[in-house]
């Protein structure tokens, strides 16, 4: 069983919905929860970072960590085409830089 | 714009042959990272330095692969000899940090596909 689990999807919407992506993990030391986007052949680029549990908002994104349940969301309002890519999940233990990744779930947003 | 840039983008080669990846800091930043993406078991972490010295290095394959950092403006990942299993996008991101977390600025990719 890998450390951070993700829905590959991919998962496909119409412009202007609410979009729910989430990861599980199964490392009580993870503190720090980040939110990476890619889009095709370019590299990931970060999103949203919280450090361990409760909310963070900005702009459409909302990031939601839960460290009772191991959960985590990324939470996209009135979803644009341009959302269109990879959303990559990834955290850390306090201790260390290294982080781990989800494997990614593919959106699609379309008009 | 400050970016982290990574060359080739593009390097096709044969099975056996050695294969240089490079890749350019963002200035200032102190650590780097090197990973590995494929479909099948996303973005795997190879190698990272911090300050040029090597931090870690346990999920890179020992025999064939090798990391370095020869100043702090280049770092440089060599596979020798390549295998088709080695096939996949090889990150290098950039981060300032002091030993918790790290923001990473990710490169553009170097697509390796070995014949």
């Known amino acids: 069983q890998k450390e951070v689990e993700q829905d590959p999807g991919p998962l496909s919407v119409p412009e202007g919905a609410i979009v729910s992506l989430n990861c599980t993990y199964s490392n009580s030391a993870f503190q720090y929860f980040m939110w990476y986007r890619q889009y095709s052949r370019k590299g990931p680029e970060l999103l949203m970072y919280t450090y361990s549990s409760g909310n963070k908002e900005d702009g459409r994104f909302t990031a939601q960590v839960d460290k009772s349940s191991k959960y985590i969301s990324l939470f996209i309002r009135d979803s644009q085409p341009s959302d269109s890519a990879t959303y990559l999940c990834?955290?850390?233990?306090?201790?260390?830089?290294?982080?781990?990744f989800g494997t990614g779930t593919r959106l699609q947003v379309f008009p | 714009d400050a970016r982290v840039t990574q060359t080739p983008r593009h390097k096709v080669t044969e099975m056996g042959q050695e294969v240089t990846m490079r890749c350019q800091p963002i200035?200032?930043?102190?650590?780097v990272f090197w990973y590995r993406q494929t479909m099948m078991q996303g973005l795997e972490l190879l190698a990272y330095f911090r300050n040029r010295a090597p931090l870690d290095d346990s999920g890179m394959p020992k025999d064939r692969f090798s990391a370095e950092m020869p100043d702090a403006t280049l770092a440089t990942l060599k596979i020798q000899p390549s295998e088709p299993r080695d096939s996949a996008v090889y990150f290098c991101?950039?981060?300032?940090?002091?030993?918790?977390?790290?923001?990473?600025?990710f490169g553009p990719g170097t697509r390796l596909t070995v014949t």
């Open positions: 200035l200032g930043h102190n650590t």
């Open positions: 990834a955290m850390s233990a306090s201790n260390t830089d290294k982080l781990i």
């Open positions: 991101a950039s981060g300032l940090g002091e030993g918790a977390y790290c923001e990473q600025y």
